[in-house]
């Protein structure tokens, strides 16, 4: 079993729709998790941290369930240029600030 | 006003042969990272740097050797290049992987190409 599994799509939807990707993890002792964007051909460039309580920002809000193991990301109202990919990312338990990426979850916005 | 740099964009070289891959942060961060993206997509960590020290090294063949001259700088040579190596190999860096919720600056990567 992978430690980070992503549906890796893509999901194509309509410019204002909303679309929500979901991450599992393995480890439960995990104890920071991150929203990565990767435009194609690009670096990766973090979205958003995601924190307990939940965390919005702007169009996008982050959820994490740690009885489930899983994470959340929601983008409503979507535009043109949200399309990306988007990683699922978990820092590891053993404390060398090592971070396990998703495949992550491919997003083409369509006009 | 690259906060991370990579060079070269793109490396195209034929199997066997040794090359290198450099980054340097202007950031005065600590931590300084390698991870290489295979043709699925997956970014996996191979090597990590804080202030010159080791403190990431994954199971990657031992012909990828990561060397840190100051904490502002993280090479990678990697030796007698083989197909399998082909990927984009990203730089990245951290204030201090100690540090929760640590962001992660990427540089643009290197695409490289083993003929």
């Known amino acids: 079993r992978k430690e980070v599994e992503q549906d890796p799509g893509p999901f194509n939807v309509p410019e204002g729709a909303t679309v929500a990707f979901n991450c599992t993890y393995s480890?439960?002792?995990?104890?920071?998790f991150f929203w990565y964007r990767q435009d194609c051909r690009k670096e990766p460039k973090l979205l958003m941290s995601?924190?307990?309580s939940g965390n919005e920002d702007g169009r996008f809000t982050a959820q994490l369930n740690r009885a489930s193991q899983y994470i959340s990301l929601l983008i409503r109202d979507s535009k043109l240029s949200d399309s990306a990919t988007y990683l699922c990312?978990?820092?590891?338990?053993?404390?060398?600030?090592?971070?396990?990426f998703g495949q992550g979850t491919t997003l083409q916005v369509k006009p | 006003d690259t906060a991370v740099s990579q060079t070269p964009k793109y490396l195209v070289t034929q199997m066997g042969n040794d090359k290198s891959i450099k980054c340097e942060q202007n950031?005065?961060?600590?931590?300084m990272y390698w991870y290489k993206q295979d043709s699925k997509k997956f970014l996996k960590i191979m090597f990590s740097?804080?202030?010159?020290?080791?403190?990431i090294n994954e199971t990657v063949p031992n012909r990828f050797s990561p060397k840190s001259p100051d904490k502002a700088h993280l090479n990678l040579h990697i030796n007698s290049l083989e197909l399998g190596d082909s990927a984009v190999y990203f730089c990245?860096?951290?204030?201090?992987?100690?540090?929760?919720?640590?962001?992660?600056?990427f540089g643009s990567g290197t695409q490289l190409s083993v003929l």
């Open positions: 990245a860096s951290s204030q201090d992987y100690r540090v929760a919720n640590e962001k992660l600056f």
């Open positions: 480890n439960s002792a995990s104890q920071s």
């Open positions: 995601v924190y307990s």
């Open positions: 990312v978990v820092l590891s338990s053993s404390n060398t600030g090592k971070l396990i």
């Open positions: 950031l005065g961060h600590d931590t």
């Open positions: 740097y804080n202030n010159k020290e080791l403190i």
